[in-house]
């Protein structure tokens, strides 16, 4: 998947996304709140097919579909076991993360986010890699990580998602 | 004058329903707002205490939309950020000089083949140059062009083009306002004026630190008492240096988009600068005398043609040159060339200083074809590309795009 993101300015926000299919995609985040998503025609990608506009609340709801939160899809239940409070994700880490191109002991994970990072899949590697805290992160690596589920989030948002 | 706030008030009702009927129709409401000025006014019945000519209350409209001309230069200077127009890129910078560059030189040549004065030759040329941002915006998001490939480079296109109406109407002022006929003193006050502008440039880099100080007013009352203050000051002084005064606003606005309180300011200055604007574009309208349009209609007619083509001209090469498609650069041209409040700023500066009155009339009937075929002709740009692309047979190229998609 592929974002470009660029300024509107007096408008707002635009992310251009190409999708694996070759879809395209762009969502513009309005200065007043409002989010638009248009879909492009995969096969001329200037004609808008259609779009959506949503008001703040719309598309953070919508945020939280998409994300998940609601209702897990049963291709993915496998990937999300729960042992109690304790689950098992899977975060592919993106460009810019404060995570990236330091090693797992540096960051001490298990330590200052009480989350254990039990596998890492390299970005161009098929296999799967059991990491020692000598991995390095790099952007676009899968981490699977367990942990509560609130941890793993802050796991997340400190250091696996990118800042800008 | 007991019935001074009732004129006010009629003029306000007339502004109000203009402005809903403008909405309703999907328009911009500068057009509107105009023509409502044009019909009422010295010529128009009074019925009982609604007096329609607002002979009384000329001064007082006339002052509010001098406000309004303050709030929104103060507004581009709050929104103009050199910073963002460096990070913006090449082909923004490659892009707005075309286009200025052209529509420049054509307003140019035809003030001259038109038998103009020097000085309204310059404004002419200036105010066919400068874009509506407020159309241009609000179409784009109308009819949901948003998300196009174009979009950036109009809008990047629009800001440089505020940045070159910032430096057109300082110069002009400058000369304008200058009372000198000799070229040495219209050099010392052209001089002057661009000083003033480093003056207030040099400001808004050394003094921000000291002005986020300054400014770091936690009641939102004292916060904008404080900044009107210092607005209509400042204005008022530019004048006083033969800067015209909505040059003041825009310098200062400058300077306060480089402080932390930009935002604040923004915020707190938007209804304002909706209000008085609204009510300067009727009070523009108010000043022409309908029966002097005809005068002006072939003249307005000319410019806002040569207008469509160089914008039309213009928009393609920019978008060719930024690697854009023929589709994508024909909405370039169709999309900016929307004319509206910076144009009436522009003939009102020169009709401020005393130039041929038929620039008032000429700028009304300009904008008000151009705010409104601007917007339809942005609307209709799939038939307009289409029949061009007949042609000049630019389809050669989409269709081999359109193979090569699937065999991804």
């Known amino acids: 998947m592929n974002i470009r993101e660029s300024e509107l300015p007096g408008i707002g926000y635009k992310f251009e996304i190409i999708t ?64 109690d409070d304790i689950i098992i994700e899977w975060y592919q880490v993106e460009p ?69 | 004058m007991n019935h001074l706030v009732l004129e006010v008030g009629t003029a306000l009702v007339l502004v109000a329903v203009g402005s809903i009927i403008a909405n309703k129709l999907k328009f911009s409401i500068i057009p509107f707002l105009i023509v409502l000025g044009m019909i009422v006014g010295p010529h128009a019945p009074s019925f009982g205490i609604i007096d329609l000519t607002f002979i009384e209350s000329d001064e007082i409209i006339h002052f509010l939309g001098r406000i309004g ?81 174009e979009t950036e480079l109009i809008l990047g296109i629009i800001l440089f083009d505020d940045i070159f109406l910032a430096l057109f109407l300082t110069t002009m002022s400058g000369i304008l306002l200058a009372g000198s006929t000799s070229v040495l003193g219209i050099i010392t006050s052209v001089l002057i004026s661009v000083g003033y502008m480093l003056l207030f440039f040099i400001i808004a880099r050394k003094g921000a630190p000291l002005l986020n100080k300054w400014l770091n007013i936690k009641s939102d009352e004292i916060f904008i008492i404080v900044i009107f203050a210092i607005l209509f000051f400042v204005a008022g002084f530019s004048e006083t240096l033969h800067v015209a005064e909505a040059i003041g606003a825009l310098l200062l606005g400058l300077v306060f988009s480089e402080t932390e309180h930009r935002d604040r300011i923004e915020h707190l200055v938007v209804p304002f600068r909706d209000f008085f604007g609204a009510v300067f574009f009727f009070s523009f309208g108010l000043s022409i005398d309908p029966s002097t349009l005809v005068d002006a209609i072939w003249l307005a007619l000319g ?54 009155s038929i620039l008032t009339p000429f700028t009304a009937l300009y904008v008000l074809i151009l705010a409104i075929a601007g917007p339809l002709l942005t609307k209709e740009s799939k038939p307009i590309y289409k029949f061009l692309n007949k042609i000049f047979k630019w389809s050669m190229e989409r269709e081999k795009k359109k193979i090569e998609v699937p065999g991804n």
């Open chain 2, 303 to 356: 410019a806002a043609a040569i207008t469509i083509i160089g914008n039309f001209v213009a928009g393609l090469i920019s978008g060719r040159r930024a690697g854009l498609s023929h589709k994508a650069s024909t909405n370039i041209g169709l999309t900016i060339m929307a004319r509206g409040e910076f144009s009436i700023i522009v003939a009102n500066l020169g009709i401020t200083a005393g130039l041929n």
């Open chain 2, 69 to 149: 001309v303050l709030f929104l230069l103060f507004y581009l200077g709050l929104e103009f950020s050199v910073g963002k127009l460096m990070k913006s890129g090449k082909n923004i910078v490659v892009g707005g000089s075309i286009y200025v560059a052209i529509n420049f030189v054509l307003g140019l040549a035809y003030g001259f083949l038109t038998g103009m004065e020097w000085m309204e030759i310059l404004i002419i040329a200036g105010l066919v140059s400068v874009s509506s941002s407020a159309i241009v915006a609000k179409v784009l998001v109308d009819l949901k062009r948003t998300a196009n490939p």
């Open chain 1, 20 to 83: 694996k299919n070759q879809d395209k995609l762009v969502i513009v985040i309005h200065d007043d709140g409002r989010r638009e998503i248009y879909h492009f025609d995969a096969a001329d990608y200037e004609e808008v097919v259609s779009n959506v506009t949503l008001n703040d609340e719309e598309a953070r709801q919508i945020a939280g579909i998409l994300g998940g939160m609601s209702y897990k899809p049963k291709a993915l239940e496998t990937v999300d076991f729960a042992f």
């Open chain 1, 96 to 164: 810019n993360a404060p995570a990236v191109n330091q090693t797992i002991g540096e960051l001490d994970i298990r330590n200052n986010y009480s989350v254990t990072v039990i596998a890492i899949k390299k970005k161009n590697e098929k296999k799967t890699n059991y990491p020692g805290p000598d991995t390095v992160i790099e952007t676009g690596d899968t981490l699977v990580v367990s942990g509560e589920r609130h941890q793993i989030k802050n796991l997340i948002n400190r250091l696996l998602c990118g800042k800008g």
